[in-house]
C-alpha cells in the first residue's frame, strides 16, 4: 500500500480505517471546502469508518454528514495510506479505500458537519487544491483509468 505524508518520528501515529469518494457530475468533482478561515483546505468527502462499518456504509454516511448528497458506492479503485495531523494536532494514519460514487439525491438540508460545504473542481484543480497527497493521488489514479 502507498503511504503518503511526512511521519514526525516524535509523534505516534494512530492507525485510522477510512474510506473517501470520488462522485463526478458535468466534469466536475464533488469535493469538501472545511472552513477554518485562513486555513480553510478542500478534501474529498468520507473519513473515518466507525465500528463494524464497512467502507461503503462509511462512506456513505461521511458523505450525507459532509455534504448532505446521497451516494451509492460503485467501485472501489484504490489504498492508500496518509500521515496527517488533525487540526487538534492529533496524529493520525487514514488507512482505506477511494471509492468511485454515484449520486442518488441531494438534500443539503441532511448535512450535519457546518463547517464543510460541497464545491464541484474540475479534476485539475482538484489535483492541486486538495490536501492530503493521498486524496491528489486517487484523483490521478481515476484521470488515468
Known amino acids: 500500500m502507498l503511504q503518503f505524508g511526512d511521519r514526525d518520528p516524535a509523534l505516534d501515529y494512530r492507525p485510522r480505517p477510512t474510506a473517501f469518494g470520488l462522485v463526478f457530475h458535468d466534469g466536475r468533482i464533488a469535493c469538501v471546502r472545511v472552513d477554518r478561515g485562513e486555513a ?3 478534501d474529498l468527502p468520507g473519513g473515518a469508518i466507525d465500528g463494524e462499518e464497512s467502507e461503503q456504509e462509511a462512506l456513505v454516511r461521511e458523505f450525507v454528514e459532509e ?3 446521497t ?3 460503485v467501485t472501489r ?5 496518509q500521515y496527517f495531523r488533525r487540526s487538534t494536532g492529533e496524529p493520525f494514519n487514514n488507512i482505506g479505500g477511494f471509492w468511485i460514487g454515484e449520486q442518488v439525491s441531494l438534500d443539503p438540508a441532511a448535512k450535519v458537519e457546518t463547517d464543510h460545504e460541497l464545491v464541484w473542481l474540475h479534476p485539475h484543480t482538484a489535483l492541486n487544491e486538495l490536501r492530503h497527497d493521498a486524496h491528489a493521488w486517487a484523483v490521478a489514479v481515476w484521470l488515468r483509468r
Open 71 to 73: 451516494i451509492r458506492p
Open 77 to 81: 479503485i484504490a489504498e492508500a495510506a
Open 67 to 69: 455534504t448532505g448528497m
Open 40 to 42: 480553510s483546505y478542500y
